[in-house]
């Protein structure tokens, strides 16, 4: 297996994650990308955990999972409330902070 | 000579009071001190009769204080002077103060002329002050004024000493400004004030020097270790005490306050300038003797200050129209004479001592005199308003001539016996000195009578000069009376202690026995001298006050008249002085202040919060950017991490 095949799609895959954070304004699309860059880490620990033959990175990718869907359900409940007050789900109408 | 001196000196020994007169003592203070609290402290439903309370403390302390006299008298002169412990007063350390009393002839002599005097005034107040809506205030500050007056004078230690000091200042402030509704009086009170402060920062230095040298601030300690003490210490504890007597006693150089004093009530210049107040440097220099003694140079000080005093208020008197600032001059010139006599040594303390006694009645009848005129003619002061006063004020006029001939010195009256004495004795001793001490303090005399003499011509005889609107008339009996009793002491006082020197034998316990000593003139030619000069002084008086018309107002006159018209420009020399570069020195203490102090100070503040300003446009609340700076630091981060490795 080529090393450098998987580095390039982990790379890719997290570059998009994080364009989608930071340009997206729709809560829920910003949630997609912030998976899509725990999955791109994801895919580098398995890849690693494969090349070393060691099992600890595979044990992680798990743990990513588990805490990644709590992360999930906690942050689409906050997303939904908000939505249910605000009738909107940007992030950028979420600025009470400022000032 | 100084050694000499200081053997003379040797005290009389020092007894633990006893008897239930000496050990109730502290009632002298207590009781005047109680009236006043009570007086300020009972309120309106004591306003119709509080003032006889005011009138019977001093009267009890009188009968106290002439009952512990008469237990000294009792003695031989040897147990004369006996001591009354009070309380542990400041047990810190080294530092051991017992609060304590000390009854010798010369507290005592004050006790009687403060509380004697000080009774007088208080009835006459009664009457004077009758229309005040106020008057129960007002003699609670008589009392408060009495108590001070006799703490300062009975106490043991020059720190106790200080607490009546102080008391006094407080009292006179509050009684010079006792009708503060009108500017002019309450500045004056404040010009009182600040000047005494001037003189009790010399008092604080003295202390501190004391406490320094000898460790303690007790009189009995400190005249123990004074003879031991080198002369450098001793003048600078003596100047620095002669300082808070010139503040006290209004003498030159700190003698600007007690003209404007006269904003006060009449009986309250009475009180400040016959028993309390102005005698407590004359009280503070004598009682110093043993400290004085060491130092020549400041005894000289003393005589100086004293002469020059005497000859300024002298000028000052000559030229004034309001009676009661001729009387105040008066004062300042014969405080000066008592000053001129406690510098002079042991030769002089007993007279220093007489003459404010006797001074004490005479000043005491002139200015309840001149408050019975105030009172007839509606408070004029303005004696070329008066004139032929005598037949609508008999009485006033009767006691105020006897008073007057005993300022001027006049045999057999009071003045006489103490004023003569002091001229004597500035004539003793070898040099230069007696010869200027002595035609000062001759000089002075003459000028005295002059200026007196005016003020009786000029309040008393002549034309009738007063408004049309005015109707002299007598003072109530509550005035005339006390004004009888001072007329009588002025008229006796002086003669009766001097029958074998009665007084100064009295005093010998605290100042010394001292051998009769020639003059550098022979004494009758003194006493003639003087005489005629006072005749003199108050023939000229009479003619150009009494024979010839006086002017309504004051005509044109030369520049030393129009000087002595405006105190010889003493507050304009003060101003120029003191008060305008110490105004300019605070106004630039400011500005440094403002321009350095708080500008440095400001601008941390202003550095702080503008750097603030700059990062709160960081915070922005919108998520995605605070999500974009993380990605950027990790960038960041990882540009540096991996830059190092390689």
């Given amino acids: 297996m080529n090393l450098s095949n998987y580095l390039v799609l982990a790379s890719i895959l997290f570059a998009i994650g994080t364009a989608t954070v930071l340009l997206r304004r729709n809560a829920i699309i910003v949630f997609m990308g912030v998976e899509l860059m725990l999955n791109s880490a994801n895919l580098l620990l398995v890849t690693f955990a494969r090349i070393h033959g060691d099992l600890q990175g595979q044990v992680m990718a798990f743990f990513v999972m588990v805490v990644a869907a709590a992360e999930v359900v906690v942050g689409l409940a906050i997303i939904v409330s908000i939505f249910r007050a605000r009738r909107s789900a940007s992030v950028d109408d979420v600025n009470l902070l400022k000032n | ?646």
């Fill in chain 2, 1 to 646: 000579m100084a050694i000499l001196r200081l053997l003379e000196l040797a005290p009389a020994q020092q007894q633990a009071a006893s008897g239930f007169l000496q050990t109730s003592a502290w009632l002298l203070v207590a009781i005047p001190l109680l009236s006043a609290a009570f007086l300020l402290l009972a309120g309106k439903r004591a306003d119709g009769w509080g003032h006889w309370v005011g009138v019977a403390a001093p009267g009890l302390a009188f009968v106290l204080g002439l009952g512990v006299t008469v237990s000294l008298l009792g003695g031989d002169a040897a147990t004369r002077v006996r001591s009354l412990h009070l309380f542990s007063w400041i047990p810190a350390g080294s530092l051991h103060l017992d609060a304590g009393l000390r009854l010798d002839p010369l507290s005592l002599t004050f006790v009687l002329l403060v509380t004697f005097v000080g009774t007088l005034i208080h009835v006459y107040s009664v009457a004077y002050m009758d229309h005040d809506p106020s008057r129960r205030r007002f003699f609670a500050y008589l009392n408060f004024f009495i108590a001070a007056m006799l703490l300062l004078v009975l106490a043991d230690s020059y720190l106790l000493l200080f607490v009546g000091w102080e008391g006094v200042g407080l009292a006179s402030y509050l009684l010079i400004g006792f009708w503060n509704h009108e500017t002019p009086n309450a500045v004056a009170a404040k010009k009182a004030f600040v000047m005494n402060r001037v003189g009790d920062l010399g008092m604080l230095v003295a202390l501190m020097v004391m406490f320094a040298s000898f460790g303690a601030v007790d009189f009995t300690t400190v005249f123990h270790g004074a003879p031991g003490a080198s002369a450098g210490v001793l003048t600078a504890i003596s100047l620095m005490l002669l300082l808070a007597a010139c503040g006290k006693s209004a003498q030159f150089p700190l003698q600007a306050w007690l003209g404007d004093a006269m904003a006060g009530p009449t009986p309250v210049s009475a009180l400040i300038h016959a028993a309390t107040m102005v005698t407590a440097g004359v009280y503070l220099v004598v009682r110093s003797a043993p400290i004085f003694e060491g130092a020549p140079n400041a005894q000289l000080v003393v005589v100086i200050v004293g002469g020059i005093t005497l000859i300024f208020g002298a000028i000052v008197g000559l030229a004034k129209d309001d009676i009661k600032k001729v009387l105040a001059a008066s004062t300042m010139s014969q405080i000066g004479y008592m000053m001129l006599a406690a510098g002079l040594g042991p030769i002089g303390y007993a007279f220093a001592i007489f003459h404010l006694v006797t001074h004490g009645f005479f000043k005491a009848g002139l200015f309840l005199g001149a408050g019975s005129v105030m009172h007839g003619m509606d408070d004029q002061v303005d004696m070329r308003r008066f004139g032929a006063l005598q037949k609508f004020l008999p009485i006033t006029w009767a006691t105020f001539a006897i008073a007057w001939l005993a300022i001027l010195g006049i045999p057999p009256f009071s003045g006489f016996w103490t004023k003569d004495k002091i001229i004597e004795a500035a004539f003793v001793g070898d040099g230069w000195r007696p010869w200027v001490f002595g035609l000062v303090a001759l000089i002075g005399a003459g000028l005295t009578a002059f200026y007196m003499s005016r003020l009786f011509f000029m309040t008393f005889h002549g034309t009738e000069r007063w408004t049309k609107d005015q109707h002299p008339h007598e003072a109530p009996k509550l005035m005339t009376v006390p004004m009888i009793v001072l007329a009588v002491g002025s008229a006796f006082v002086g003669g009766l202690l001097s029958i074998g020197g009665a007084f100064s034998t009295w005093l010998e316990p605290v100042t010394g026995h001292h051998e009769h000593a020639e003059p550098v003139l022979s004494v009758p030619a003194i006493t003639v001298a003087t005489l005629l000069l006072v005749l003199a002084g108050a023939y000229f008086a009479w003619r150009q006050y009494a024979v010839s018309t006086v002017p309504v107002t004051p005509p044109l006159a030369s520049v030393m008249t129009r000087a002595a018209r405006d105190d010889l420009y003493q507050d304009e020399v003060n101003e120029a002085l003191f008060m305008h570069p110490g105004q300019y020195l605070t106004r630039s203490l400011t500005y440094g202040d403002r321009r350095v102090l708080d500008a440095g100070v400001d601008g941390i503040g202003r550095l702080v919060a503008g750097t603030g300003e700059l990062l709160r446009r960081w915070q922005n609340g919108y998520a995605r950017s605070y999500a974009a700076t993380m990605v950027a630091g990790l960038l960041i981060l990882l540009v540096v991490v991996l830059a190092f490795q390689s």
